[in-house]
């Protein structure tokens, strides 16, 4: 049999190696040299590939059945030069060459008040949305170095005037733009707009699938499920953003029937972060004990579901009876601030981590400065040999290294363990 890479397949080198990404379902996969070798003896003289290696590929829609040898033609010219490529490149430390994504919190404004919001709740001292031009010049820079898509958040980020042009922006250079929202703002004609800029995905965020649950911590029950029917009716790719409480945690089977009845392609499942307002007691008190922990693993193994189920970086512990290979494989690579991705704030600041607002030596969206010189994303990157505690001699600390927004937030202590963890923490 002879394959070819699916036409929605970009890839980028990196050091010794090479990134592929499934634009399609946003999927990003790292492959070795030998992995891009065993793909250039396919295409040279039909060598099988590896049964891992393309079971892996064909799942995840990269391969197709090519007809011929010269349908593979492409594909063999690319590979080579990214072969050549991936030889010379250099990247930071533990760090991809490039970011894959970059979240954009593209204002602080927004206009409604969510218990425990991590970054607005409208209440913010300065209003400020992100310049139009910084985000051109951010876009032409990700354009060069082969940035794979945006992820558009805030605050509110239908608030921002120039949100459909950054789509159209973000599509035309080659990068995929997403966007998250509470859903409010959202109309037919903006969904029409989206759908013409190509947008990737639009991720709703609901902590309940009934009026009831999501009120204790989202106000806007009814006008995100009418947002999910507009997205719905033009065909959009849509998704959920489910925040894990104490409180809603046994509402996750009933979130997981909704989110298939409706069709939504992915449910994601979040992890408290220290919000700006409730404080230290209200992580404590709505984060999930480890008993709990346990529970919400046993509940995502055990459901059958067409909806994709993901889970927040933050969340690996739950998978902690894997290998770190084993995750790697799943595309499981926990905390990857500075590493993977990085967020610009609507005030230029370039973060590891859009849960450290305040942690940040770079501005004026300056990003690949940030990737090359930043001593805060040094610090991220080093974790893996800087983090004290139980997490330093955990099996998985390359793949979890646990959340270092929760930490400093209990411990005071950057490279601290994360207490939260199932496996060391007892509640
Ligand atoms: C800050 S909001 C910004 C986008 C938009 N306003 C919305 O609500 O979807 C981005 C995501 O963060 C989630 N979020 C809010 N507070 C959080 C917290 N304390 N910890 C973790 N995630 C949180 C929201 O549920 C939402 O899915
Ligand atoms: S979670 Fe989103 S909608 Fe809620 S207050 Fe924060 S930014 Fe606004
Ligand atoms: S001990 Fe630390 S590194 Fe290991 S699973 Fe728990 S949080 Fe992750």
New binding site residues.
Partial sequence: MLYKFHPAVIVRAEEKASMFFQKKIADTTLVSFEAIDAFLEHFKSKEDIPKELLHHFITRGYLIPARNKSEQKQDLELLEEIREQAKIRKSPLNSLYAPETIHFSLTNA?????I???????EVEEEKYLDSSMFESITKKANELQVFQYAL????PLLHENIVEFCYLSTESNIIPNI???G?LFTKELAKEFKQAKLGQIQF?LNGSEETINKDT?P?FKKTMNAIKIAREANLRWGINFLVTKRNISDVPAMILLANKLGAETLNFLRIKPPIAEGNTWVQNESLSSHEHLKLHEMLKNQSSITRLTVDASFCFLFNHLSSEEMYSRGMWGCAAAQRFCTISPFGHVLACSHMHHHWDVENGDFDKAWRESKVFQKFRELNSTITGPCSSCSIKPTCKGCRAVVELITDDFWASDTQCPKNNNQ
């Fill in positions: 927004c206009n409604q008040k969510c425990g919001c991590f970054y607005s709740r409208g958040g805030g605050g509110e998250t929202t509470n409010n965020s989202r806007n």
